[in-house]
């Protein structure tokens, strides 16, 4: 009795922290996001493009958190706003692949017919080229302004999304309470938006905060191969390249950038889980 | 049996597919009649569920009604437009389905998946959740409030099928058709929910169709039974009449392979050889033909017509126990 009261009151939030994992990646999440937040208000400790000649190449100290490099430029400062770059680049970008994607996968599945064979054929035609090829290709187009790379890396990942939208939707379409909601004469709208909806979000959502990550992995990719961010502007990615060449005489130069890369893309992953189990009250743990 | 218009009367019905033609549903005639239960027997394949769900409007994609009519209440239900036909179902005809385990949706509460079925068709207000109570005290579920909170997982099969029932009678429904609604019930709980079912129907002077490939279970829960064999019927007629006197030889052949209680022989269980014939390579001649202990020269190049009345009817040229 006192677990279905329970149940009644507490929504999608508490289970959510219910998952170990869940609640990991969102504290990491949450230290990135603030950390950019910080360098969006220009919160830090240095300029992330002065340039310092006296401080060329220091190791980590009081003053340099995270050390300086080549240029005498605080290596924390940077950081934090080429992950704020990072960030908006890939929100921006997923956005813009669920945006598309989702709806154009959702309504093929439901659909069927010709409307599914236009969207399934598009999205076979765009999963054809490798990513970071067909993105390369996209960015040499339009320009490195920061939405040009964000529009890029979206166009790239739509057809993910209209993949992961539209399986789960036939197979929901072919379930027997689909059926049932047809026998007692619900609307195909209703149907499709109450009913199909809630049964697919969940790949849907966890494929978000994935793609999410991989994006940030794509925008370094791009980056670093000189298509996105340009110097002087940080960019995780960018710093990541312009270490390279460093990482034997100044080791800081190249492990904060990546550690952050990393932590970034495995609080996303971290968070995919909790959500994916949070969301089916099958799995949820009383 | 009354006069009167029958609730439901399918009329020459033909049902095949589209691409390859291939009949499934052969010149099948039936009515039900207000307040009247009719069973609908036969083997798989041999159209059943086709049937109920072209009553509904629901034949599966490529498979569609080619002649005949069903007439609902005075309405050609081929003649309405697809938005008129949604809602008829679930309000006026509704169905319990087979399999309880899968039919309700996993992610939401069983109490707003029975305000779904309200507010699909009516307006929904205050007194919608009170419905819904009552709705689920009626089929027997303990604790209301706590199952109207609780999602499918957290129910029994038997418990399932309840709601699903519940579901089908919320918006008292003229007509109920119950498609095997007991096979994936453990016995024990089978007999519970047709005694339910039987219960509603009597109290809401619904009609009802039972669909079932076992004659042992809607016996006591019918007052007619429709025999069908490789897409049409071979015999219909009341209850007692099927059971007392079986004139179609496949019907005299089902009765004969029911088990016996009181029978403590150890004999083998009489079965009828052979196997059901594919509707569509039938041809000129009687499906059962094949398998008949009776069949003659007729029933090679002829399509039995089924003949009768309400009371009896069957498609035989050669019935069991009638001297020629």
Same mark, same amino acid.
């Given at each position: 009795?006192?677990?279905?009261?329970? =149940?009644?009151?507490?929504?999608?939030?508490?289970?959510?922290?219910?998952?170990?994992?869940?609640?990991?990646?969102?504290?990491?999440?949450?230290?990135?996001?603030?950390?950019?937040?910080?360098?969006?208000?220009?919160?830090?400790?240095?300029?992330?493009?002065?340039?310092?000649?006296?401080?060329?190449?220091?190791?980590?100290?009081?003053?340099?958190?995270?050390?300086?490099?080549?240029?005498?430029?605080?290596?924390?400062?940077?950081?934090?706003?080429?992950?704020?770059?990072?960030?908006?680049?890939?929100?921006?970008?997923?956005?813009?692949?669920?945006?598309?994607?989702?709806?154009?996968?959702?309504?093929?599945?439901?659909?069927?017919?010709?409307?599914?064979?236009?969207?399934?054929?598009?999205?076979?035609?765009?999963?054809?080229?490798?990513?970071?090829?067909?993105?390369?290709?996209?960015?040499?187009?339009?320009?490195?302004?920061?939405?040009?790379?964000?529009?890029?890396?979206?166009?790239?990942?739509?057809?993910?999304?209209?993949?992961?939208?539209?399986?789960?939707?036939?197979?929901?379409?072919?379930?027997?309470?689909?059926?049932?909601?047809?026998?007692?004469?619900?609307?195909?709208?209703?149907?499709?938006?109450?009913?199909?909806?809630?049964?697919?979000?969940?790949?849907?959502?966890?494929?978000?905060?994935?793609?999410?990550?991989?994006?940030?992995?794509?925008?370094?990719?791009?980056?670093?191969?000189?298509?996105?961010?340009?110097?002087?502007?940080?960019?995780?990615?960018?710093?990541?390249?312009?270490?390279?060449?460093?990482?034997?005489?100044?080791?800081?130069?190249?492990?904060?950038?990546?550690?952050?890369?990393?932590?970034?893309?495995?609080?996303?992953?971290?968070?995919?889980?909790?959500?994916?189990?949070?969301?089916?009250?099958?799995?949820?743990?009383? | 049996?009354?006069?009167?218009?029958?609730?439901?009367?399918?009329?020459?019905?033909?049902?095949?597919?589209?691409?390859?033609?291939?009949?499934?549903?052969?010149?099948?005639?039936?009515?039900?009649?207000?307040?009247?239960?009719?069973?609908?027997?036969?083997?798989?394949?041999?159209?059943?569920?086709?049937?109920?769900?072209?009553?509904?409007?629901?034949?599966?994609?490529?498979?569609?009604?080619?002649?005949?009519?069903?007439?609902?209440?005075?309405?050609?239900?081929?003649?309405?437009?697809?938005?008129?036909?949604?809602?008829?179902?679930?309000?006026?005809?509704?169905?319990?389905?087979?399999?309880?385990?899968?039919?309700?949706?996993?992610?939401?509460?069983?109490?707003?998946?029975?305000?779904?079925?309200?507010?699909?068709?009516?307006?929904?207000?205050?007194?919608?959740?009170?419905?819904?109570?009552?709705?689920?005290?009626?089929?027997?579920?303990?604790?209301?409030?706590?199952?109207?909170?609780?999602?499918?997982?957290?129910?029994?099969?038997?418990?399932?099928?309840?709601?699903?029932?519940?579901?089908?009678?919320?918006?008292?429904?003229?007509?109920?058709?119950?498609?095997?609604?007991?096979?994936?019930?453990?016995?024990?709980?089978?007999?519970?929910?047709?005694?339910?079912?039987?219960?509603?129907?009597?109290?809401?002077?619904?009609?009802?169709?039972?669909?079932?490939?076992?004659?042992?279970?809607?016996?006591?829960?019918?007052?007619?039974?429709?025999?069908?064999?490789?897409?049409?019927?071979?015999?219909?007629?009341?209850?007692?009449?099927?059971?007392?006197?079986?004139?179609?030889?496949?019907?005299?052949?089902?009765?004969?392979?029911?088990?016996?209680?009181?029978?403590?022989?150890?004999?083998?269980?009489?079965?009828?050889?052979?196997?059901?014939?594919?509707?569509?390579?039938?041809?000129?001649?009687?499906?059962?033909?094949?398998?008949?202990? =009776?069949?003659?020269?007729?029933?090679?190049?002829?399509?039995?017509?089924?003949?009768?009345?309400?009371?009896?009817?069957?498609?035989?040229?050669?019935?069991?126990?009638?001297?020629?």
């Amino acid at each position: 009795m006192m677990k279905s009261k329970e =149940n009644a009151t507490k929504g999608g939030l508490h289970y959510y922290f219910q998952s170990k994992s869940g609640v990991i990646g969102a504290i990491l999440l949450l230290m990135m996001i603030i950390g950019s937040l910080c360098a969006a208000f220009g919160w830090l400790p240095h300029n992330p493009l002065d340039q310092n000649v006296d401080h060329i190449l220091k190791g980590p100290s009081g003053k340099f958190w995270f050390g300086t490099d080549q240029f005498g430029r605080d290596i924390f400062s940077r950081t934090l706003d080429g992950m704020r770059r990072s960030l908006t680049v890939s929100i921006t970008a997923v956005s813009i692949a669920a945006l598309i994607g989702i709806p154009l996968g959702i309504l093929g599945g439901y659909l069927g017919k010709w409307f599914d064979i236009f969207v399934t054929r598009m999205s076979d035609a765009l999963f054809a080229f490798p990513a970071i090829l067909l993105a390369l290709a996209i960015v040499s187009s339009l320009g490195t302004a920061w939405y040009d790379t964000a529009i890029s890396i979206g166009i790239v990942y739509t057809p993910i999304f209209i993949r992961v939208a539209r399986g789960p939707v036939l197979a929901a379409k072919e379930m027997d309470y689909i059926k049932v909601s047809r026998i007692l004469g619900y609307s195909s709208p209703r149907i499709l938006i109450k009913h199909i909806l809630p049964n697919v979000t969940a790949p849907i959502v966890v494929q978000t905060a994935l793609s999410l990550s991989w994006a940030i992995l794509t925008e370094s990719g791009l980056s670093f191969l000189g298509l996105g961010t340009q110097p002087p502007d940080a960019s995780l990615g960018l710093m990541v390249s312009d270490a390279q060449s460093l990482a034997a005489l100044a080791w800081w130069t190249l492990l904060f950038p990546s550690l952050f890369i990393t932590i970034v893309v495995v609080g996303l992953n971290l968070v995919g889980d909790g959500l994916r189990d949070a969301w089916d009250p099958a799995r949820r743990s009383s | 049996m009354s006069q009167l218009k029958p609730l439901l009367s399918v009329d020459h019905l033909v049902i095949s597919t589209l691409q390859d033609p291939r009949v499934l549903i052969n010149d099948v005639t039936f009515e039900v009649h207000a307040g009247e239960a009719v069973g609908v027997v036969g083997e798989s394949g041999s159209g059943k569920t086709l049937s109920a769900l072209s009553i509904l409007g629901l034949l599966p994609r490529g498979v569609a009604v080619t002649k005949g009519s069903i007439e609902y209440n005075g309405i050609d239900l081929a003649k309405i437009s697809s938005q008129e036909m949604r809602k008829i179902r679930g309000s006026e005809i509704s169905m319990v389905y087979q399999d309880p385990m899968t039919a309700l949706n996993p992610v939401m509460k069983i109490g707003d998946q029975l305000l779904e079925v309200i507010e699909s068709h009516e307006k929904i207000d205050d007194s919608s959740e009170e419905r819904v109570r009552e709705a689920l005290r009626e089929v027997g579920i303990p604790d209301v409030t706590r199952a109207m909170a609780s999602y499918p997982h957290e129910f029994s099969g038997g418990m399932r099928q309840r709601v699903m029932i519940a579901m089908a009678l919320i918006l008292s429904p003229k007509l109920l058709i119950a498609d095997e609604p007991t096979t994936a019930l453990d016995v024990t709980i089978q007999q519970q929910i047709l005694a339910l079912v039987a219960e509603e129907r009597r109290k809401r002077h619904m009609s009802m169709l039972w669909i079932t490939h076992d004659l042992g279970v809607v016996a006591n829960l019918v007052d007619r039974l429709i025999v069908m064999y490789a897409g049409r019927i071979v015999e219909s007629g009341t209850v007692k009449e099927i059971f007392t006197n079986p004139q179609h030889p496949y019907t005299y052949g089902l009765l004969a392979s029911l088990p016996i209680t009181t029978d403590k022989s150890r004999k083998r269980l009489t079965s009828i050889a052979g196997v059901p014939q594919k509707p569509w390579l039938v041809g000129q001649s009687c499906s059962f033909s094949p398998r008949c202990f =009776n069949a003659g020269p007729e029933c090679k190049n002829q399509i039995p017509q089924l003949l009768g009345t309400l009371e009896k009817s069957v498609a035989c040229f050669y019935p069991v126990g009638v001297k020629l």
